[in-house]
């Protein structure tokens, strides 16, 4: 069975990713999300804390870190993820799916358009 979903979140972050990249030093990210329309069991707003690393090239990077939904059904789960230049996939492992965030937050820092899809482990 598989749960799909599709919302924009308005997506804040702390810092912008791509510059970020270009240090040599793995940096903090806080990407906080909302999604109020979302159907159970997608987060309705939720906080992600990683470390964004420069990856194999100038233009790349990758995330890792931590998930954690703000609201109910309660949800936490490992982030993994890349970005080239501004455009920037991550996926949350959660207990029975998948949550992959796509959007163009590399250079943001504000509030950005993403979308989501919620499916599960199989």
């Known amino acids: 069975m598989a749960f799909r979903s ?3 979140f308005g997506l804040t972050l ?7 990249a270009q240090a040599q030093t ?19 707003s939720f906080v992600i804390d990683a470390l964004v690393t ?21 949800a936490s ?8 230049e501004q455009h920037c996939t991550v ?6 799916a998948k949550l992959d965030l796509i959007g163009d937050f590399g250079a943001a820092s504000g509030p950005v358009t993403a979308r989501f899809v919620l499916k599960d482990d199989d």
């Open 6 to 8: 599709a919302a924009v």
């Open 14 to 20: 702390s810092a912008c990713v791509f510059a970020l």
């Open 26 to 44: 793995p940096k903090p990210l806080r990407l906080t999300g909302e999604a109020p329309a979302a159907a159970d069991p997608a987060p309705k």
């Open 54 to 74: 420069p990856g194999d090239s100038d233009s790349q990077s990758t995330i890792d870190g931590w998930f954690s939904a703000a609201d109910a059904p309660a």
């Open 77 to 84: 789960g490992e982030v993994t993820g890349t970005c080239v």
């Open 91 to 96: 996926t949350v492992s959660l207990d029975d």
